[in-house]
């Protein structure tokens, strides 16, 4: 089973940066697509980025040109840089990791939070 912790999460004005980080606890050159979601409060759960190990990756539009998603299978990470952002963007961000065979490991989250 993939243990995932993000971190990189926190306050920041509208039209600020931030970075997250997505740590794995195995490698993950066997994992097909590494994922980061949102769920803001009363909402669903959405895809926000997506990134396969061929590197193909696809973006939320509401946040392509804004939002990058990368990953070092070295190292066993998956980062998402996050620029100009909005207050809608306010939100518990989670790592996903999901295994050819379609099983999917979370991560806990962590908290993104923009002020207008």
């Known amino acids: 089973q993939v243990q995932l912790v993000e971190s990189g999460g926190g306050l920041v004005q509208a039209g600020g940066s931030l970075r997250l980080s997505c740590a794995a606890s195995?490698?993950?050159?066997?994992?097909?697509?590494m994922n980061w979601y949102r769920q803001a409060p009363g909402k669903q759960r959405e895809l926000v980025a997506g990134i396969t190990n061929g590197g193909s990756v696809n973006y939320a539009d509401s946040v392509k040109g804004r939002f990058t998603i990368s990953r070092n299978n070295l190292k066993s990470m998956v980062y998402l840089q996050m620029n100009s952002l909005k207050s809608e963007d306010t939100a518990r961000y989670y790592c996903?990791?999901?295994?050819?065979?379609?099983?999917?490991?979370w991560g806990q989250g962590t908290q993104v939070t923009v002020s207008s």
């Open positions: 195995e490698t993950i050159f066997s994992i097909t697509a």
């Open positions: 996903a990791a999901r295994r050819p065979s379609g099983a999917t490991y």
